[in-house]
Structures are given as structure tokens and as C-alpha cells.
């Protein structure tokens, strides 16, 4: 024992190879004692004292080490990073799972990362028992015994954690669902297979969100069983399937896009347009503009959104569908408002493009400048009314005409034309009477409704923000039942990144906006 405290002093010394011989001799013969002080030289400034002193810490195997060698793994010699990998696989903690996953994955050393994978391996031995008592601890009545099932599980990290965390997204309080989402978002490291096998859960809850952190890892090898997805009965999780695979930007999504496109609510069109418009690209910028082309519905407007949104990228290619299909009144009306959306920067975009040596870009661009009236460049585009190509020149003169041409009044009058004088008086002096194909209805805020669960009023007034605009969250119908169902007795579930499903409690069918 003397010989052990003599050893245990010289882990102090200022000889760096006194230090070295004390820890290799104290982790041979396995010291309880010389915890501490072998802890404290993990932090030594020679990095073979360390080293030394975290294979001395594995062979004593005390776990009032683990925090300290954990925090060794993100040192910046491999050989302190493999022996602390080492050390903890003899502890078998569980606090040292995740961060093992991530040294596994991501090290730049291939022997760190080995030592890292078998390490992961012995911990989820060692956890397995664990895990499957918490796993039972989920279906207990008492909501505190979940909660700390969800967060300890958190803890844990492994492979088999996010699966069953996955499961407590169904959970009937909203507060686990929470908390289980929050725990994933930490966990996302583990890699796509556990959410690859959530697609086929049973619940459509834990399938929408195992396509909603698919998305969010943007991992190609995801794609296929993502394509699966969008043939979802639910339509929930094929918007989750359809926002996901915008994120991973991969362009065999578009075909399948296409055709759920021509029979789909609203809400599902909106994703899937925008997905589209992130996958981009030639396909995808042909496939927007057949839904411009093709469409007259919302798929119209929500692509014309995204058409302005991507700016500059689209211009020329849009001048050019337009030149394509020039006898397409409406279609070139669409074009001028896209065009018109960007501002002073489309302006600028086709300015510059007046100087290009193409002559094909430099005719889209002066007509382009003469659809947005762009009146701050007009002296530039009038020097091309003296140019020597007479195409060219006729172009820059139409161009001049359009920016000059003021608009006309609008002679109409300001009341809605209506089947008899007495309605068109008093759709002129009252904002409360619409009168639309000679119907007569009270303004949409004033109706009221009856929630069918629990029989209170519904007012759509208080139901409406500063905009006037609906607020869905509110009260819904459902389309199985036709009832009429406030945001209290609606069934709301987290499905992922912020996004709700809001059904109705009886059929579990969304609902939808009244």
C-alpha cells in the first residue's frame, strides 16, 4: 500500500516520465485509489501522459471517470482519442453513447473509429436490459413515469432509443410528444436507419415524422423508401414523404410529383410546388412551368410564387418559355406578373444582359424590360431603336411603346352588378351584404357554428387574425362526419419539425377548413 501512495505522489512530479511510469504501474495493478489523480492528468500537456492515464483509468474500470474520458474524445491526438474510446467500452455507461456514435461516424482517424464502433457495440449490450424496461415504461398510466422513460432514453442514444422515442410521438399527452421530438432532434447523429423502419410503423404519426427527420438528415439513400411513402393512405404522411424529399433536393421525385398533383387538396399542392422548386434544375423548372401552362387552379398560383421566388435563376428561362408560347395570351400574362414580382433586381438582371454577345438573350432581355415599364433604363433600350438588326431594332421600339403607355382608368363602377337596382344600392352604401350570382349572405366573420363534441358556439370573428384571414387551428369539419369541431375537442398530434395534424376525435381524419 505504501508503494501504491508513493506511486500515487509521483503522478505530480514534474518529470514527465515519472508521471508516465506512475499512472502505467497504477492502472497495471488496478489502484482504486489513484482515481482521482490519474482523472486530473487526462488534462496533462503531454499527450502521452494522458494517453497513459486513460488506459490506466479502462483497467481500473471506475466509473467516476467516465465524464472526464468522455470529454477526451474531442482531443486533438487520435492516440488520447483511441485510448479514451477504449477506456469506456470497459465501463459500459451509457452516458458515453452518443458521443461514441459520433466519433464513430465522423473521426478522420479509420482506427479511431473502429475502436469507436466496437465500444458503441459493448454499451448496447450493456444497455439492452435497460432500454426494454423503459420501452414497457411508456405504456404507463402515470404521465411522470413516461416523461422520465422519454428523457432517460434520450440519455441513452442508441440505435434502439430513437426507434421506440419515435413511438412516444404518439403518445396521448402533448407534453411527452414534445419532449420525445426534442429528445430526437439531439439524437439525429444515429443515422437514417431507425427512421427508415418508422415509415412502416403502424401509427401514421411516427411514419409522417420518420419522413420529417428524413428530410432533415437529407440523406440520398432515403430517397427510394421515401418514394414508397407518397403512395400513403394517409395524407399526412405523404406531405411529410413529399417536404422531405424537397430537402434532399433528388429529381426522382418529380414524375411521382407530377401525378399526385392532379388530384390532391390544396395544402398537399403547396408542398409538393415548393418541394419541386427546391429540387430545381432543368426537369424542375419544366415541370413548374407545365403547371403554369396547364393549370388554372391554385397549382397556378403557387407556382407563379415560386417561380418569383427563385429570382434572377428563372428569368431567362422563363423569357424563353414565353417566346415558345407566345400565342398563349394567359400564359404570357403569368410571365409579366412573375417578372413584375422581382422588382428592381429583375430590372437590374436584364439590364446587364443588354450587353451580352448573344443576340437571342439580348432580344428576351429588351423585351422583358419593356413588360416590367422599367422607365430608369428606357435611354438604354432606345439606343437599340437605331440599331442595324431590324429584329432587334422593332423589338426595342415595342419595348419603348409599352414603358411610355400609361394606364388606363378603369371606367367600372365600384359596386358589384347584381339582379335588381335595390341590390346594387345596397351592395354600394353597406360592406356587411355580398351579393355574388344574385345571392344575398351576411359577411363570413358574423357566422357562427356548433362545435358537435362539446356544443359550444364558435364565433368565426374571433376565429379570424388582423388580416382576416381564417386561422385553422380554431375549428375545422370533418369530412367523414361532417361535424363542425373547435380546436378544444380537435385532436391535435405533433408530427414533426413544428408541424400539427389537427383531427377530428372520432374518425381521426383531418380536418379541413370550413
Given at each position: 500500500?505504501?508503494?501504491?501512495?508513493?506511486?500515487?505522489?509521483?503522478?505530480?512530479?514534474?518529470?514527465?516520465?515519472?508521471?508516465?511510469?506512475?499512472?502505467?504501474?497504477?492502472?497495471?495493478?488496478?489502484?482504486?485509489?489513484?482515481?482521482?489523480?490519474?482523472?486530473?492528468?487526462?488534462?496533462?500537456?503531454?499527450?502521452?501522459?494522458?494517453?497513459?492515464?486513460?488506459?490506466?483509468?479502462?483497467?481500473?474500470?471506475?466509473?467516476?471517470?467516465?465524464?472526464?474520458?468522455?470529454?477526451?474524445?474531442?482531443?486533438?491526438?487520435?492516440?488520447?482519442?483511441?485510448?479514451?474510446?477504449?477506456?469506456?467500452?470497459?465501463?459500459?455507461?451509457?452516458?458515453?453513447?452518443?458521443?461514441?456514435?459520433?466519433?464513430?461516424?465522423?473521426?478522420?482517424?479509420?482506427?479511431?473509429?473502429?475502436?469507436?464502433?466496437?465500444?458503441?457495440?459493448?454499451?448496447?449490450?450493456?444497455?439492452?436490459?435497460?432500454?426494454?424496461?423503459?420501452?414497457?415504461?411508456?405504456?404507463?398510466?402515470r404521465e411522470s413515469d413516461r416523461?422520465?422513460?422519454?428523457?432517460?432514453?434520450?440519455?441513452?442514444?442508441?440505435?434502439?432509443?430513437?426507434?421506440?422515442?419515435?413511438?412516444?410521438?404518439?403518445?396521448?399527452?402533448?407534453?411527452?410528444?414534445?419532449?420525445?421530438?426534442?429528445?430526437?432532434?439531439?439524437?439525429?447523429?444515429?443515422?437514417?436507419?431507425?427512421?427508415?423502419?418508422?415509415?412502416?410503423?403502424?401509427?401514421?404519426?411516427?411514419?409522417?415524422?420518420?419522413?420529417?427527420?428524413?428530410?432533415?438528415?437529407?440523406?440520398?439513400?432515403?430517397?427510394?423508401?421515401?418514394?414508397?411513402?407518397?403512395?400513403?393512405?394517409?395524407?399526412?404522411?405523404?406531405?411529410?414523404?413529399?417536404?422531405?424529399?424537397?430537402?434532399?433536393?433528388?429529381?426522382?421525385?418529380?414524375?411521382?410529383?407530377?401525378?399526385?398533383?392532379?388530384?390532391?387538396?390544396?395544402?398537399?399542392?403547396?408542398?409538393?410546388?415548393?418541394?419541386?422548386?427546391?429540387?430545381?434544375?432543368?426537369?424542375?423548372?419544366?415541370?413548374?412551368?407545365?403547371?403554369?401552362r396547364r393549370n388554372k387552379d391554385?397549382?397556378?398560383?403557387?407556382?407563379?410564387?415560386?417561380?418569383?421566388?427563385?429570382?434572377?435563376?428563372?428569368?431567362?428561362?422563363?423569357?424563353?418559355?414565353?417566346?415558345?408560347?407566345?400565342?398563349?395570351?394567359?400564359?404570357?400574362?403569368?410571365?409579366?406578373?412573375?417578372?413584375?414580382?422581382?422588382?428592381?433586381?429583375?430590372?437590374?438582371?436584364?439590364?446587364?444582359?443588354?450587353?451580352?454577345?448573344?443576340?437571342?438573350?439580348?432580344?428576351?432581355?429588351?423585351?422583358?424590360?419593356?413588360?416590367?415599364?422599367?422607365?430608369?433604363?428606357?435611354?438604354?433600350?432606345?439606343?437599340?431603336?437605331?440599331?442595324?438588326?431590324?429584329?432587334?431594332?422593332?423589338?426595342?421600339?415595342?419595348a419603348v411603346k409599352m414603358i411610355?403607355?400609361?394606364?388606363?382608368?378603369?371606367?367600372?363602377?365600384?359596386?358589384?352588378?347584381?339582379?335588381?337596382?335595390?341590390?346594387?344600392?345596397?351592395?354600394?352604401?353597406?360592406?356587411?351584404?355580398?351579393?355574388?350570382?344574385?345571392?344575398?349572405?351576411?359577411?363570413?366573420?358574423?357566422?357562427?357554428?356548433?362545435?358537435?363534441?362539446?356544443?359550444?358556439?364558435?364565433?368565426?370573428?374571433?376565429?379570424?387574425?388582423?388580416?382576416?384571414?381564417?386561422?385553422?387551428?380554431?375549428?375545422?369539419?370533418?369530412?367523414?362526419?361532417?361535424?363542425?369541431?373547435?380546436?378544444?375537442?380537435?385532436?391535435?398530434?405533433?408530427?414533426?419539425?413544428?408541424?400539427?395534424?389537427?383531427?377530428?376525435?372520432?374518425?381521426?381524419?383531418?380536418?379541413?377548413?370550413?
Amino acid at each position: 500500500m505504501l508503494e501504491a501512495y508513493k506511486l500515487i505522489r509521483d503522478l505530480s512530479s514534474k518529470d514527465e516520465y515519472v508521471r508516465l511510469s506512475a499512472a502505467r504501474t497504477l492502472g497495471n495493478e488496478k489502484v482504486i485509489e489513484a482515481v482521482e489523480p490519474l482523472t486530473a492528468l487526462l488534462s496533462d500537456h503531454n499527450v502521452a501522459v494522458r494517453t497513459i492515464a486513460a488506459e490506466a483509468l479502462g483497467k481500473i474500470g471506475d466509473e467516476r471517470a467516465a465524464n472526464s474520458l468522455i470529454s477526451c474524445l474531442t482531443d486533438d491526438y487520435s492516440r488520447m482519442r483511441k485510448a479514451a474510446a477504449e477506456a469506456l467500452g470497459k465501463f459500459g455507461d451509457y452516458r458515453a453513447l452518443t458521443p461514441m456514435i459520433h466519433l464513430a461516424q465522423t473521426d478522420t482517424d479509420p482506427e479511431v473509429r473502429a475502436i469507436a464502433r466496437k465500444t458503441v457495440d459493448k454499451i448496447n449490450n450493456v444497455v439492452q436490459e435497460i432500454i426494454d424496461k423503459l420501452s414497457d415504461e411508456l405504456s404507463s398510466p402515470r404521465e411522470s413515469d413516461r416523461k422520465q422513460a422519454v428523457k432517460f432514453l434520450g440519455r441513452i442514444g442508441n440505435l434502439q432509443s430513437v426507434t421506440i422515442l419515435l413511438r412516444a410521438l404518439n403518445d396521448r399527452s402533448w407534453d411527452i410528444q414534445t419532449l420525445a421530438s426534442e429528445e430526437i432532434d439531439k439524437l439525429l447523429i444515429v443515422g437514417i436507419e431507425p427512421f427508415l423502419k418508422g415509415l412502416k410503423d403502424n401509427s401514421w404519426q411516427v411514419r409522417a415524422s420518420s419522413a420529417d427527420y428524413l428530410g432533415r438528415l437529407q440523406n440520398l439513400a432515403a430517397v427510394e423508401d421515401l418514394l414508397v411513402s407518397l403512395e400513403d393512405e394517409k395524407i399526412e404522411v405523404v406531405r411529410a414523404a413529399a417536404k422531405a424529399l424537397g430537402e434532399i433536393k433528388d429529381r426522382r421525385a418529380l414524375h411521382p410529383f407530377n401525378k399526385i398533383l392532379q388530384n390532391c387538396d390544396n395544402k398537399t399542392k403547396e408542398i409538393i410546388i415548393n418541394s419541386i422548386s427546391k429540387i430545381g434544375g432543368t426537369e424542375g423548372f419544366e415541370l413548374m412551368l407545365s403547371i403554369l401552362r396547364r393549370n388554372k387552379d391554385f397549382s397556378r398560383d403557387i407556382s407563379e410564387e415560386k417561380l418569383a421566388e427563385m429570382g434572377t435563376d428563372a428569368l431567362l428561362s422563363l423569357m424563353f418559355a414565353l417566346e415558345e408560347n407566345k400565342d398563349d395570351v394567359k400564359f404570357q400574362d403569368t410571365v409579366i406578373r412573375i417578372l413584375n414580382k422581382t422588382g428592381d433586381k429583375g430590372i437590374k438582371y436584364f439590364h446587364e444582359q443588354l450587353s451580352n454577345y448573344d443576340k437571342k438573350i439580348r432580344k428576351i432581355s429588351i423585351q422583358a424590360l419593356g413588360y416590367m415599364r422599367a422607365w430608369e433604363v428606357i435611354s438604354d433600350i432606345e439606343a437599340f431603336t437605331k440599331d442595324e438588326d431590324e429584329e432587334i431594332k422593332e423589338i426595342a421600339l415595342s419595348a419603348v411603346k409599352m414603358i411610355h403607355k400609361k394606364k388606363k382608368r378603369s371606367l367600372k363602377p365600384n359596386y358589384i352588378f347584381s339582379g335588381s337596382i335595390i341590390d346594387r344600392v345596397s351592395t354600394f352604401f353597406t360592406s356587411t351584404i355580398k351579393i355574388f350570382n344574385n345571392v344575398r349572405k351576411t359577411s363570413r366573420e358574423d357566422e357562427t357554428f356548433i362545435c358537435g363534441k362539446c356544443g359550444k358556439m364558435i364565433s368565426r370573428k374571433a376565429s379570424t387574425d388582423l388580416l382576416g384571414k381564417l386561422e385553422v387551428m380554431r375549428f375545422g369539419m370533418c369530412p367523414q362526419c361532417n361535424r363542425i369541431i373547435c380546436n378544444n375537442c380537435a385532436m391535435t398530434v405533433l408530427i414533426g419539425d413544428g408541424e400539427t395534424s389537427i383531427s377530428c376525435p372520432k374518425c381521426s381524419v383531418e380536418l379541413r377548413e370550413v
